[in-house]
Nanobody, 123 residues
Framework: QVQLVESGGGMVQAGGSLRLSCAASGLTFGTFHMGWFRQTPMKEREFVASINWSGSRTYYIESVKGRFTISRDNAKNTVDLQMNNLKSEDTAVYYC????????????????WGQGIQVTVSS
């Protein structure tokens, strides 16, 4: 009923691109900060990127700057993550999440999470 669903993942060779999309149902995020996180079995879930409610401001971890682009369409209730020049280090399960009215990179700042989608970058 209330869920965020990620799509667009898969396997790609290093240097390739993927576009992840997150669609919400049962909830809206038009007035909320939205974020993307990623997690591997050997790493804790980490912040990747976020975008404010209007899409006018975006934030990225240093390792993805210049390669990833987060965007949103509040009318469609979706948020995307365009990933270019992918590296093996980007391999992880990616999650979209709804944050608050102010942005944060901390996990506790997000109240709803998708189930995650696998992104595998082969070297």
């Amino acid at each position: 009923q209330v869920q965020l669903v990620e799509s667009g993942g898969g396997m790609v060779q290093a240097g390739g691109s993927l576009r992840l999309s997150c669609a919400a149902s049962g909830l809206t995020f038009g007035t909320f900060h939205m974020g993307w996180f990623r997690q591997t079995p050997m790493k804790e879930r980490e912040f990747v990127a976020s975008i404010n409610w209007s899409g006018s401001r975006t934030y990225y971890i240093e390792s993805v700057k210049g390669r990833f682009t987060i965007s949103r369409d509040n009318a469609k209730n979706t948020v995307d993550l365009q990933m270019n020049n992918l590296k093996s280090e980007d391999t992880a399960v990616y999650y979209c999440a709804r944050g608050g009215v102010v942005g944060t990179s901390a996990l506790y700042g997000y109240d709803y999470w998708g189930q995650g989608i696998q992104v595998t970058v082969s070297s």
